[in-house]
């Protein structure tokens, strides 16, 4: 394990999930493929060890990755939901990001896995490496160490997981583990044909109309270190592109020769700013986020602002500055 780690003894919550009868997973507003892929996964594993399991997101199912077993069966949680005797949250840094309020998480025993840097814990049980690439290796790992069932079904869902959130194996924190992990989860069956047609080689039309408009419009600031690109609700509506569309676009700014960091603003339904960070080397984006109340890992972070677009824009980019390299500018 790593210093930047935050654990009960992973036999504690290997102990929780066998004790327990009814079992609620829940992932993050907006699930990425590590969110979804972790939860839909573990689901898989519990139900063949004979547990019943509901899964919760309250945002919806993202169409992205409506091809994932078990997709069908997500919901909301409200009041009406049956009482589980374990809660467990995947890939979520803090309780506001699954959506839920301090009561709704209350009740009985709950456990949160998760990976990433900043992770302020909110379960019984928490167990959070912030060195690991994904939330889903992390997951294959420990059932791969408490020998529990994955499926092919349960392999899909984590290597979707692991190939969203390492960008196919390229960032950082991909490591000669990373691709023990994923070999383990091809010996299991994972369907990896299956995520390369769905995730990586099938574009909407619409996703495909609002890449050429961010394209169009992008900006490159400060000598072409900082690339900038804004994302107004009207647009959204207008080519009609999904929330869960918009994921990953801000990783293509950064592949810009010269770029260092890349700033995406999109405007909400509710006018509030979403903004989605990425650098490639030595910009520090959970840190920069955190100026706003946001967060995430060193590479790829987010925050919110309740401001207007040109406004929000102007704040972030005079903060971005302070942290390129003197001799970058």
């Known amino acids: 394990m790593t210093s930047k780690m935050i654990s009960n003894n992973d036999m504690a919550i290997r102990s929780a999930l066998e004790d327990a009868e009814r079992i609620a997973i829940f992932s993050h507003i907006h699930p990425d493929g590590d969110a979804i892929g972790a939860q839909l996964g573990l689901a898989q594993v519990l139900r063949q060890l004979g547990k019943t399991v509901d899964i919760y997101n309250q945002t919806g199912r993202p ?12 919901s909301a ?3 009406q939901s049956p009482e589980p005797d374990l809660k467990i949250a995947l890939d979520c840094g803090n309780l506001d990001r699954l959506g839920l309020s301090q009561a709704d998480w209350a009740g009985q025993k709950s456990i949160t896995i998760d990976h990433h840097a900043g992770h302020d814990p909110f379960s019984d049980l928490n167990y959070v490496d912030s060195e690991s690439p994904a939330t889903c290796a992390i997951m ?21 997981g692991l190939h969203t959130d390492t960008g196919s194996f390229r960032y950082e ?13 091809m010996t299991c069956g994972a369907d990896l044909a299956a995520i390369r047609y769905h995730v990586f080689e099938s574009t909407s039309k619409a996703r495909f109309q609002l890449l050429n408009a961010l394209y169009n419009s992008s900006d490159f600031i400060f000598d072409g270190k900082v690339a900038v690109a804004e994302i ?13 569309e918009v994921h990953g676009l801000v990783g293509q700014l950064k592949e810009v020769q010269g ?71």
């Not at 790992?141 to 529990?148: E, M, P, V, Y």
């Not at 107004?232 to 869960?244: K, N």
């Not at 959970?286 to 824009?313: D, I, T, W, Y």
């Open 140 to 160: 294959a790992d420990l059932c791969r160490k408490w020998d529990f069932p994955v499926s092919a079904e349960a392999a899909t869902c984590f290597l979707t």
């Open 77 to 79: 949680w409200t009041d």
């Open 232 to 244: 107004s609700h009207d647009l959204m509506v207008s080519l009609g592109v999904a929330d869960d």
């Open 259 to 329: 770029v260092e960091l890349s700033i995406l603003l999109r405007e909400l339904a509710s006018g509030e700013i979403k903004v989605s960070l990425r650098s490639k080397q030595y910009v520090d984006c959970n840190q920069l986020a955190g100026e706003f109340g946001g967060g995430g890992h060193v590479r790829a972070a987010g925050c919110k602002l309740k401001l207007p677009m040109a406004e929000a824009r102007q704040i972030l980019t005079d903060r971005a500055r302070s942290y390129l390299k003197r001799d970058a500018l």
């Open 63 to 74: 169409e992205s990755f409506a091809f994932l077993p078990g997709m069908d069966d997500l």
């Open 173 to 185: 924190k991909t490591s000669a583990e990373t691709f023990s992990t994923a070999a383990w989860l």
